[in-house]
Structures are given as C-alpha cells and as structure tokens.
C-alpha cells in the first residue's frame, strides 16, 4: 500500500543511476582477431558475417 504515503516506487531511483560515459560504452564489435590462430568455425563465421554484410549493403542500395 505504497500509494497512501504520496510515493511512486517504480520511479524513485532512475535520478541515482549511473550515467556511462560515451568513450566507455561499446559497440558490440570485437576487434581483436589473430588469422593464424583462427580455427575452421572463426573463418565460417567470418564468412557468413562477410556475407550477410554484402547483403545488408545490397539492401541499402537498392
């Protein structure tokens, strides 16, 4: 029976959340890969992703 006190309690601590600085946030994108340690599964995956990536580059043009 929170609402009694004048309170709402499913707002009262978005004030005290922490912003994250841009120059820390990322973007999802893994930049750290070694060719020759690569295995059969990291160069399929590079190449569906090569792919799906030309795809996506089609669709926009069009």
């Known amino acids: 029976m929170g609402r009694s006190r004048g ?4 707002d ?10 841009k120059n820390m946030k990322s ?5 750290e890969f070694s060719q020759e340690l690569a295995d ?7 190449a569906r992703s ?4 030309q795809r996506a580059k089609n669709r926009k043009n069009k």
């Open 12 to 21: 009262k601590n978005k004030g005290s959340l922490p912003q994250v600085p």
């Open 40 to 46: 059969h599964a990291d160069l399929e995956a590079q």
């Open 7 to 10: 309170g709402r309690t499913r």
């Open 27 to 31: 973007d999802g994108i893994d930049v």
């Open 50 to 53: 090569n792919a799906a990536n």
